[in-house]
C-alpha cells in the first residue's frame, strides 16, 4: 500500500511540475494534474491538502536535482583564478537551462505569482551559491583581477546573461538554440564575461576553445532575481 501510494504521490509531482512550468500557477488547475497523473481529485488532496502544497512540491523536485560540481565550490572557496572560475560559474548555469528547463519555469512561475513565500524559498535554496559567486567577485575586484564592477550586481548579471539570452533566441527563432551544443554556449558565454571583467592592461586574456556556431551577439545583461543552490555531487 504504501508503494502504491508513493508511486501515486511521484505521479502527481511530475504531472504539476509539467503542468505548472508550461501553464503557470493560476493556469493549471488541480483537476487538470490529477488527471495527467491518472489519479482522481480526492486522492490528490489527500497527498496535497492545498494547491500551493503541490506547486511547492513540484520545485523541490527539480531543486533536488541540481548539483554544483565540486570544481566549482572548490574553485569559489579557494579563490581561483577567473580564468577557471568563470568557466565553471558559466557551465552550471548553461546546464541548468538546459537540462532542467522546468526548474527555471517554475522558479520564474513562483516568482511572478507566489510571492512573497516564493522570496522565502528562493532564499533558501538559491541564495548559498549566489552568495558564493558574490565573495568570490568581491575578492577578484580586490584583488585586480577584475574591474572595480559591484559583485552583487554582476553575480545577478551571469545569471541573466544565460538564462534571458537563451530564452529571447527562442521567441525570435522558430527552432533550435543559439549554440549548437552546451561546450559552444559555455565557451561563448565565458569569453564575453571574461573580455567583460577583466582589466584591459591585466595581460590576462583567456580564450577559451568552441565559438558560437551561429552569429549571436547580446548587450550588457540586466539583474535577476536569484542564482543556484549549493549542495555537493
Same mark, same amino acid.
Given at each position: ?12 509531482? &511530475? ?5 505548472f512550468s508550461r501553464q ?38 527539480? !531543486? ?6 565540486? &570544481? ?5 572557496? $579557494?579563490?581561483? /583564478?577567473?580564468?577557471?572560475?568563470? %568557466? ?14 522546468? !526548474?527555471i519555469r517554475l522558479l ?7 510571492? %512573497? ?6 532564499? $533558501? =535554496?538559491?541564495?548559498?551559491?549566489? $552568495? ?5 567577485? +568581491?575578492?577578484?575586484?580586490? +584583488?585586480?583581477?577584475?574591474?572595480g564592477v559591484d559583485p ?7 545569471? /541573466?546573461?544565460?538564462?534571458? =539570452? ?30 567583460? !571583467? ?7 586574456? +583567456? ?21 543556484? =543552490?549549493?549542495? =555537493?555531487?
Amino acid at each position: 500500500m504504501n508503494q502504491a501510494n508513493n508511486g501515486a504521490q511521484e505521479r502527481i509531482v &511530475e504531472a504539476a511540475v509539467q503542468l505548472f512550468s508550461r501553464q503557470g500557477f493560476s493556469g493549471t488547475s488541480t483537476r487538470e494534474i490529477a488527471r495527467l497523473a491518472d489519479v482522481n481529485e480526492t486522492s490528490l488532496f489527500r497527498h496535497f491538502p492545498r494547491k500551493q502544497d503541490l506547486f511547492w512540491a513540484a520545485l523541490q523536485s527539480r !531543486l533536488d536535482r541540481l548539483r554544483v560540481r565540486k &570544481e566549482l565550490q572548490q574553485g569559489l572557496a $579557494q579563490r581561483g /583564478t577567473p580564468e577557471v572560475v568563470v %568557466p565553471l560559474i558559466v557551465e552550471l548555469l548553461v546546464h541548468t537551462t538546459v537540462y532542467q528547463p522546468e !526548474l527555471i519555469r517554475l522558479l520564474y512561475v513562483g516568482l511572478l505569482e507566489l510571492r %512573497p513565500a516564493a522570496e522565502r524559498v528562493y532564499r $533558501q =535554496h538559491l541564495a548559498p551559491i549566489f $552568495q558564493a559567486i558574490n565573495d568570490y567577485l +568581491a575578492y577578484c575586484v580586490e +584583488a585586480g583581477w577584475m574591474r572595480g564592477v559591484d559583485p552583487s550586481i554582476t553575480a545577478a548579471a551571469f545569471t /541573466t546573461s544565460v538564462l534571458a =539570452h537563451q530564452g529571447m533566441f527562442n521567441l525570435s527563432h522558430s527552432s533550435g538554440a543559439p549554440y549548437s551544443n552546451v561546450e559552444e554556449a559555455v565557451a561563448a558565454y565565458s569569453n564575453y564575461w571574461l573580455t567583460a !571583467l577583466m582589466p584591459h592592461n591585466s595581460g590576462r586574456r +583567456a580564450t577559451l576553445t568552441g565559438a558560437p556556431a551561429r552569429s549571436v551577439s547580446f548587450g550588457p545583461p540586466a539583474p535577476a532575481p536569484g542564482a543556484l =543552490h549549493l549542495s =555537493h555531487d
